[in-house]
């Protein structure tokens, strides 16, 4: 089968990613547009009588230009219009016409997979006419994934989030330049999605540029001169913030200063500072011209607000979706970051607070370039779907074989040493305490077989409460374990086919020589309740062993009961010659023995016989009980590393 590469194509508001893969095999790369940064500006340039330039290349053109701005049309932000606006359908077209001009020495659309991006709440009108842009640009045929998806798979393969927790409920932050997306998916299908078309990092741009023109108000007239404003707000000061931003992950009590071109220099920029700013936005008026142009409807969001919460904003419109019924029903299993903005380290923070309020703890994860993980993502996934296909079908078929050589000489290892134990401590407990001095006694003193009978019944009706205490506590030592075991061996097995088994919902942790073992919840849920229920019966067929038939069972049953019977044969024996065979009958029981005769059917070896026989008959009964729930707990275990494998199928087809 000859597999074609990839080409993914995460086509934004604000920027343009493009990745390449090879299709079988995850290992993708970034396209370099050579504008020094990753991807590039989703702005083209129209010039009279010349070739539009695209990118940040097109940004800086259009802000350099003097005399030739006339001659000149920028076009930015055009993307979420393509349905609509037959102007942005042209400006979308001539971008991707260039973009692939550009690379043509890179990709090649027509030998390969071409995969586009699309926000989950998009169309499919909007998709049809990504489409036909797409095809009529000279991509080819395309296909159309969900951005989320590509984040998630991204996180998948670099092993940040298992198969299972991405299938269990992934929330994906899409934090933009233009647009704050938000998307749960479960079972690779998008339950909800939900955002705000006007909550992107390009608010923060303007937030420094007006921080700037408060410090140095002449700079606006000299910028106005050159016509120079739009540059400075979109290229100049998202540099600037960018810097800060970076600044702040790292040490958020730093101060911080830069030159905006060479209109000035921003300076003592601190992070409270900036909180504060951002809790107070309004648009600058520069930012208010450009929205007129390009994008009526932010700007009447912008004008029925005044002093925006731009952090409120983003908090409540997580709240929103969050609240959502196709949400809060679900589990929310892991949350993947994603998106330029994501990077600002308030996000986070954020985004904890709100799922912690209503009683979520997921890990959060982001990359070190949350920008470009859609696009890698969305190119990694045919050759992760084939991979995963293929450790799946290895898995199911090694599972039983996993299951038979690793998880049962496990579990009866555990049945072994429990049945062992508890023998040991029904034997000291029941026997040495309690029946070896009332049969020594006896060996002694001599005395009556109804005495003895009602001594070992006294003793084995007493020792009923602490059959279970005993049990409880030998199972508890030799089963408690168990779970971590399983989990370190399905770990090990995972390991061979590249995959990790790790889990966020933690039940508990245990150091072991590889650091921290985290027990998934539901393998140690039901592993503890088969654990429960075979406490419950070794305890009752103890009891029924020890002091069943109120207290009787020993006696009735075993050595003792041989003991006893060989002493009233003996009494019988040599009762017979005074009192006859009926008369000997009635009175052998209540006879009182002495001890040179009682010598004889309870030697010491018969002691010790007795004991033997005790501790056999409590080992075999636990065994038994035991044995019984294996198939049980085997069962479960199963069941577990089956959804495990399940998880594999699912993200397979997402
Ligand atoms: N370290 C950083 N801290 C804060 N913001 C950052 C950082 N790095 C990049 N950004 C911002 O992220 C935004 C770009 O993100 P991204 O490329 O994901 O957006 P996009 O996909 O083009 O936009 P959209 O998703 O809204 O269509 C820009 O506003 C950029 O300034
Ligand atoms: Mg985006």
Known sequence: MCIKPVIAVDFGTSNTYVAKCPGDQPTPEGIDFGDGRDGLATAILYRTKKEPIIGYKALEEFGDAEEERLTYTIRTQFKPDI?????????????????????????????????????????????????????????????????????????????????????????????????????????????????????????????????FLEQCPDALEEMHEEQAEFFTLWYTCREVKEKFSQKM??????????????FGRITDVTWNKFIERIKIYNPSTTFIEYLKNANPGALERFSQHNNVNILDWFRQSLRTGLQHEQVSQQQIACVVLTGGSSSWPFVEDLVQEELTSIGITSRLVRSARPYATISQ??????????????????????MPNFIEEKIIPLIERRILEAAGRIAASITAELFDQRIKPILVNFQQNGGAASE????????????????????EKEIGKVFTALPFDIVQEMTAWFKQHNLIFKHNTMHMEEANTDG???????????????????????????????????????????????????????????????????????????????????????????????????????????????????????????QYVNLEVEALSAISQM
Not at 380 to 394: D, F, V
């Open 452 to 471: 003895l009978k009602l001594s070992i019944t006294q003793q084995s009706e007493a020792f009923r409460p602490q059959i279970k205490i005993v049990v």
């Open 83 to 211: 349905t609509h606006s037959p102007e942005a359908r042209k400006n979308s077209h001539d971008f991707l016409v260039h973009l692939l001009k550009h690379s043509r020495n890179t990709i090649q659309p027509i030998d390969s997979q071409v995969i586009f991006g699309v926000p989950s709440e998009a169309s499919v009108e909007y998709r049809n006419t990504l489409k036909d842009l797409a095809f009529k640009a000279g991509f080819g045929e395309i296909k159309v994934i969900d951005e989320p998806k590509g984040a998630i798979y991204f996180h998948v393969q670099r092993k940040d989030i298992t198969p299972i927790e991405a299938t269990q409920g992934a929330l994906v932050v899409d934090f933009g330049g233009g647009t704050c997306d938000f998307a749960l998916v479960v079972k690779g299908e998008v339950k909800h999605s939900w955002g705000d078309m006007h909550l992107g990092g390009r608010l923060f741009d303007d937030v420094f540029y007006q921080w």
């Open 377 to 398: 993502g969305l190119a990694i996934i045919p050759a992760l779907q084939l991979e995963y296909n293929a450790i799946r079908e290895q898995l199911r078929t090694e």
């Open 249 to 262: 992950a790292i040490n958020r009590t730093e101060k911080f200063r830069k030159k905006i071109g060479d």
């Open 516 to 638: 921290k073992i985290i027990i998934p919840i539901d393998v140690y849920d039901k592993i503890e309740t088969v654990i429960a229920w075979i406490s419950v019966s070794i305890t009752t067929a103890l009891m029924s062993m020890i002091s069943g038939g109120a207290g009787t069972a020993l006696i009735a049953t075993g050595p003792i009961g041989l003991v006893i019977g060989a002493l009233i044969g003996l009494v019988i024996g040599s009762l017979v010659v005074t009192e006859g065979l009926a008369g000997a009958k009635r009175k052998a029981e209540n006879w009182n023995c002495p001890a040179w005769i009682m010598c004889k059917v309870l030697s010491n070896a018969k002691i010790e016989g007795i004991r033997a026989d005790i501790k056999q008959q409590a080992k075999e009964q636990t065994l038994q009980q035991i044995n019984n729930a294996k198939r049980q707990l085997k069962q479960h275990i199963q």
